[in-house]
């Protein structure tokens, strides 16, 4: 209780300041939930093509998927931010992007690569003798995939999928550094001029748990599942 | 299975909140053994500063000596020769204006000398000394834009750094002159410096004496000035007895010029 007392960086009367400003932290975190459903959709989209792209058999599709993937899996999420934010502006006034824009863009980009991996290795994981026995059926390529393949690889590609989105929301937190009113920009520009820092950032932290700990949750759930269906 | 799991949960979320608490009881601890912070400083034979690293004339980590030049080191190796009797025992750590009060709260600073606005808020949180420099806000813009004044940048972007009193001042200024302004948060004075460049902010505001660093051949400063911001060196709140130590010193070289000397060496005036 003497933490309540004091007037360090605990005390009781910084909590309730942060609860009487409750909107600003509503508002961001909406922002945060909006960043992530953007860039989810743009991740999905670009993931779900490049990782289509990298499993057919041709070498130059395969080669363009490669360097997207590799290219975005082997840079910072941050140098990315910067050079979209400061560098491109420079080239031409054309290119010049809301933060909210770029947000989306670049943590779209950075994770549609992550799940481009995903889709490439779960069509990958299905045996190769559920495509001869498909196509010894008669089945095309296209229907190959539609009623053998991808009921089969969806199964195997939904729990890292769903790390991904929680890997995902987290990284939009890197909107903070361009000045995005998102959840940690909320608790480092409140707190910075009442320096109530302790609670702005525990409270941070609390909204992404509670965005992330469901999916996270359900990521494990569904690998338990694959166990059960896969072992008899 | 599921019971587990609950019991789980609680257990881990009971050794969160046991963690918060006890950070929060070793902190009291140390306030209630103030008296001697005093005494730990003069023993320990070297003092722990923040400063600015990225502030030409007031703190600035030359790259080319690898060392704190300044106004505000300058002030830093003074008081280090007051307390240790050499100006050689600083410790000096740079700091951002997001960094400087948690690391103070921390223990990692004995005291910040980094353009710290004193304001009645953060009285509230952290010791102030008596005002060592005085200095207004400004405006930096690029020359091509044809900005004249305050109000002739209605309606236009400005860049603030984080955690900087400037966003209040200039919120203030632009309801006397009813102006409107929107606002970019970055987090140093370089970012701001590129942002301006890159034209994502139409003026880069802050004190004067801090914009005069990143003047260059595109740019100005505006001659409009406002809402004076007085700097203090900045101690825990627990450490009085510093405080005051600090104090009769900031005003004792007031009196005598010592500060005079140091800001014609920095060209502050």
């Given at each position: 209780m003497f933490i309540i007392a004091n007037a360090g960086p605990f005390a009781l009367y910084r909590w309730e300041a942060l609860f009487k400003d409750w909107r600003l932290f509503a508002d961001a975190f909406l922002y945060t939930i909006l960043l992530a459903i953007g860039s989810l959709i743009v991740a999905m989209l670009l993931g779900i093509f490049f990782g289509s792209l990298s499993t057919m058999h041709n070498k130059l599709l395969n080669l363009i998927s490669r360097i997207y993937v590799e290219f975005f899996q082997n840079t910072p999420l941050l140098i990315q931010f910067i050079v979209v934010y400061y560098g491109f502006p420079l080239i031409s006034p054309m290119l010049t992007f809301s933060t909210t824009t770029i947000a989306i863009i670049c943590v779209g980009l950075y994770h549609g690569a992550y799940i481009s991996e995903v889709v490439r290795s779960g069509i990958g994981a299905v045996p190769k003798g559920q495509f001869e026995a498909a196509y010894s059926q008669g089945?095309?390529?296209?229907?190959?995939?539609?009623?053998?393949?991808?009921?089969?690889?969806?199964?195997?590609?939904?729990?890292?999928?769903?790390?991904?989105?929680?890997?995902?929301?987290k990284n939009t937190s890197t909107v903070a550094i361009i000045s995005g009113a998102d959840v940690m920009f909320t608790a480092n520009s409140w707190s910075s001029i009442n320096l109530n820092y302790i609670p702005a950032f525990a409270v941070a932290g609390f909204l992404y748990f509670i965005l992330c700990f469901p999916l996270a949750n359900f990521a494990r759930k569904l690998e338990e599942n694959n166990k059960k269906a896969y072992t008899r | 299975m599921k019971k587990t799991k609950k019991l789980l949960g609680a257990l881990s979320l009971a050794l969160l909140l046991g963690l918060i608490v006890g950070c929060g009881g070793s902190e009291d601890k140390k306030t209630t053994a103030s008296g001697t912070d005093l005494q730990k400083i003069k023993d320990a034979g070297v003092i722990k500063v923040g400063v600015k690293e990225d502030v030409p004339n007031f703190g600035y980590m030359n790259p080319d000596t690898n060392k704190n030049e300044g106004m505000e080191p300058d002030i830093a190796r003074l008081i280090a020769k007051e307390l240790t009797g050499s100006e050689d025992n600083v410790e000096f750590v740079g700091v951002t204006a997001k960094t400087r009060g948690p690391l103070l709260d921390n223990g990692e600073l004995d005291m910040v000398i980094a353009t710290f606005t004193i304001t009645d808020e953060r009285k509230e949180t952290y010791n102030f000394t008596t005002p060592y420099y005085k200095d207004e806000v400004g405006f930096l813009?690029?020359?091509?834009?044809?900005?004249?004044?305050?109000?002739?940048?209605?309606?236009?972007?400005?860049?603030?750094?984080?955690?900087?009193?400037?966003?209040?001042?200039?919120?203030?200024?632009?309801?006397?002159?009813?102006?409107?302004?929107?606002?970019?948060?970055?987090?140093?004075?370089?970012?701001?410096?590129?942002?301006?460049?890159?034209?994502?902010?139409?003026?880069?505001?802050?004190?004067?004496?801090?914009?005069?660093?990143?003047?260059?051949?595109?740019?100005?400063?505006?001659?409009?000035?406002?809402?004076p911001q007085e700097y203090g060196i900045t101690t825990k709140k627990a450490n009085t007895e510093l405080n005051e130590q600090l104090n009769k010193s900031i005003e004792k070289w007031k009196q005598d010029g010592t500060l005079d000397k140091i800001y014609k060496t920095w060209n502050l005036d």
């Open positions: 089945f095309s390529y296209g229907k190959t995939m539609r009623y053998v393949v991808l009921p089969q690889a969806w199964r195997i590609m939904l729990p890292p999928l769903t790390n991904q989105i929680v890997n995902l929301i | 813009v690029r020359k091509d834009d044809k900005f004249t004044d305050t109000a002739s940048l209605d309606g236009k972007t400005i860049g603030v750094v984080q955690s900087a009193t400037t966003k209040e001042a200039i919120e203030k200024q632009a309801k006397e002159l009813g102006v409107t302004f929107k606002y970019q948060e970055l987090g140093s004075y370089p970012e701001l410096k590129t942002a301006l460049t890159s034209k994502r902010i139409d003026a880069f505001s802050v004190d004067k004496s801090i914009l005069t660093g990143y003047v260059d051949d595109s740019t100005e400063i505006l001659k409009d000035g406002f809402s």
